[in-house]
Structure formats: structure tokens, C-alpha cells
């Protein structure tokens, strides 16, 4: 004996509770069709179309992200360049530095207080002609020819006493005519 079980063709699948509600009058055959054709179409993907609140909310969040992407990528490229930029004054000045040797101490100022390096005469001229340049290297101090200096003056290099350069201000102030007829040499010893 075998079952055999017919369906109306246009019957709907339900399950059990929908079934126990139907009969108990608690729900419409439509409503059930309708949330029966709503699950399918779920399953298929084709879900209803978000709120035009979500999409805009998803679309400024999306562009938030973005701005904030394209400001992190430009930071780590800055400091990717400054990076460069150091390695490159590094290089330069392992490449060119001259090698400060004697029993005259040249003495100068930077940040504030006197430092000095040791020189002979022939470096002392030198310096004071402005053809060497003094550059912070690591914890001290190195001598550089002029060449190599304005190789390190283009990456804003560390610079710190060059008499071949015109200084930075050129403000003149009521007291400088005056002040002009005495020259003070630049190869002064203290």
C-alpha cells in the first residue's frame, strides 16, 4: 500500500504554526502568502530596498572613511619624505665631512650656548672665508665644504655656522648705519 499525496498546484508551503493559526482564525490566508513570498524572495536576495536614510548614512560613513584614509596616507607619505630626507643629509654628510683636526679651538654658538671644534690654521681660514661650513652630525659636529653645504641647505639641513651665506633677515634698524663703520672681523679669535 502505497501513499500518495496530491497538491493543488497553487497551494502555498506553510509551516506548522501557520497552519495551527490559520485554523485557529488567528491569521488571513493573504497575510500568510505574504510573508511567505517575502521569505522567498529573501532567499533568492532580493531583499527589499534600504530606507533612504540607511543608504545615506552608509554613504557618509563610506566618505568619512575615505577623507580619513586619504589623511593617513598623506601623514605616513610626509613622514616617509622626511625620513628620505634625513638619510639623504646623513649620506651626504658621511660622503663630503672633513676631518676636523688640530690644537686651535674654533668657537661658535648654537642654541644658545658656545660650542667649539678643533681645527688647524688652514681650516681656521677656511671656515672664516665661508669655503667650510660647520653641520650638527649625529651628537657632534662636522666640518663640510661649500658644495656639500648647499646640497644639505636644499633638504633644510642642519646647518649651523656658515660665513659664505648672507643672513636670513635683511631688516636694517635705525641703529645700523651707525654700527656699519665698525667691522668686526669674522675670523675673530675669543
Not at 643629509?89 to 676636523?100: C, D, G, S
Not at 656639500?148 to 636670513?168: I, K, M, Q
Request: without cysteine; charged residues 25%.
Amino acid at each position: 500500500m502505497s501513499l500518495v499525496f496530491l497538491r493543488a498546484p497553487s497551494a502555498i508551503m506553510r509551516n506548522p504554526l501557520q497552519e495551527q493559526l490559520l485554523k485557529a482564525g488567528l491569521a488571513k490566508k493573504h497575510k500568510i502568502a505574504a510573508a511567505v513570498r517575502e521569505q522567498n524572495q529573501q532567499r533568492q536576495g532580493k531583499a527589499p530596498v534600504a530606507d533612504d536614510d540607511e543608504r545615506v548614512s552608509a554613504k557618509q560613513l563610506q566618505a568619512d572613511r575615505a577623507e580619513r584614509d586619504r589623511a593617513l596616507a598623506a601623514e605616513q607619505k610626509a613622514q616617509a619624505r622626511a625620513h628620505e630626507l634625513r638619510a639623504q643629509i646623513r649620506q651626504i654628510v658621511e660622503t663630503h665631512k672633513v676631518a676636523p683636526a688640530g690644537e686651535i679651538a674654533y668657537r661658535f654658538t648654537h642654541d644658545g650656548a658656545i660650542r667649539n671644534i678643533w681645527v688647524n690654521e688652514a681650516l681656521r681660514k677656511q671656515l672664516a672665508k665661508g669655503t667650510l661650513v660647520i653641520v650638527q652630525h649625529d651628537q657632534g659636529y662636522t666640518l663640510l665644504p661649500r658644495a656639500a653645504a648647499e646640497l644639505v641647505y636644499e633638504r633644510n639641513g642642519p646647518v649651523v655656522l656658515d660665513h659664505g651665506r648672507a643672513p636670513a633677515s635683511t631688516e636694517q634698524s635705525v641703529e645700523d648705519p651707525y654700527y656699519q663703520r665698525f667691522v668686526v672681523p669674522d675670523d675673530l679669535i675669543w
